[in-house]
C-alpha cells in the first residue's frame, strides 16, 4: 500500500533554531508532494507543494521543501524558528493523478523561549 | 470567502447509535472528500465526491459508513450502530477542480466524535 512515513513524532527546538523535517514516500509512480501544518485550535492549511519543475520549493512562513527522487524525499526546512510555528506538520502525497491525499502521521513541533 | 464549515464541532455518543456529519464545502468546489484523523492512525482518506460522477468509496473502513453529496454541494456522512473505535475527528475537505492530484485541499475544522 501507498504510505508516506514521517520520521519525527515530536520535535522540540528552541528559537531561532534549523528545523528539518523529514518525509519520505512509497514509491507509487508519479507523485505531488505537499506539507500541511495544523495550528493549535486551528484548520489544517497548505505550507507549499511541489508538482514538477524545480525541486526546491518555497511556502508560507519562510518553509521551503526538497523534493530528492532518489531518496523518494520531501523534507521541510525552515532556517530559523519561531514560537509561533508550534504547530503540527503533515507530509502528503498523491499519486498517479488520484486525488485523495496519503498523509504521514505528523510530527509535532514545539518551540521554545 | 467562506470556507468549509462542518457541523456539529463535537458530538458525543452512545455505542450503537447513528450519528450524521455535515460538511458545508467552500461554494463552487466541485470536489469534496472526507478523512479521519484519530491517534495512532493519523490521516486517513474515506471518500471522496467529483461533481456528478460516482463517488470514490474505497477508504470506508466498514459497510457501517456512507456518504452522500445533494445538489453537488452539502455532504452528510452517516456511521450506523457507532462502535467506540469510531472515535475520532472527522474532517472535510473540498477544492476547485480535479486537477491530476496536483488541486490544493482546503480542510474544514472538523467534527470531534466521542462514542461512549
Known amino acids: 500500500a501507498q504510505s508516506v512515513s514521517q520520521h519525527n513524532h515530536h520535535v522540540i527546538l528552541s528559537e531561532a533554531a534549523s528545523l528539518e523535517l523529514g518525509c519520505n514516500y512509497s514509491?507509487?509512480?508519479?507523485?505531488?508532494l505537499f506539507w500541511y501544518v495544523q495550528y493549535p485550535g486551528q484548520h489544517l492549511q497548505l505550507l507549499l507543494k511541489?508538482?514538477?519543475?524545480?525541486?526546491l520549493v518555497k511556502g508560507i512562513k519562510g518553509f521551503e521543501a526538497e523534493f530528492i527522487k532518489s531518496k523518494f524525499s520531501f523534507n521541510l526546512r525552515k532556517p530559523s524558528v519561531q514560537w509561533s510555528d508550534t504547530a503540527e506538520y503533515f507530509c502528503a502525497v498523491t499519486y498517479s493523478g488520484n486525488t485523495p491525499l496519503v498523509f504521514g502521521k505528523g510530527t509535532r513541533l514545539s518551540v521554545i523561549a | 470567502g467562506a470556507g468549509v464549515s462542518q457541523s456539529p464541532s463535537n458530538k458525543v455518543t452512545e455505542k450503537g447509535k447513528d450519528v450524521e456529519l455535515r460538511c458545508d464545502p467552500i461554494?463552487?468546489?466541485?470536489?469534496l472528500y472526507w478523512y479521519r484523523q484519530s491517534l495512532g492512525q493519523g490521516l486517513e482518506f474515506l471518500i471522496y465526491?467529483?461533481?456528478?460522477?460516482?463517488?470514490?468509496k474505497s477508504g470506508l473502513p466498514s459497510d457501517r459508513f456512507s456518504a452522500e453529496r445533494t445538489g453537488g454541494s452539502v455532504s452528510t456522512l452517516t456511521i450506523q450502530r457507532t462502535q467506540q473505535e469510531d472515535s475520532a475527528v472527522y474532517l472535510c475537505a473540498s477544492s476547485p477542480r480535479p486537477g491530476q492530484g496536483r488541486e490544493t485541499q482546503y480542510f474544514g475544522p472538523g467534527t470531534r466524535l466521542l462514542v461512549l
Open positions: 511541489y508538482f514538477s519543475g524545480d525541486p
Open positions: 461554494s463552487g468546489h466541485t470536489a
Open positions: 514509491y507509487g509512480g508519479t507523485v505531488n
Open positions: 465526491f467529483q461533481g456528478n460522477s460516482a463517488p470514490d
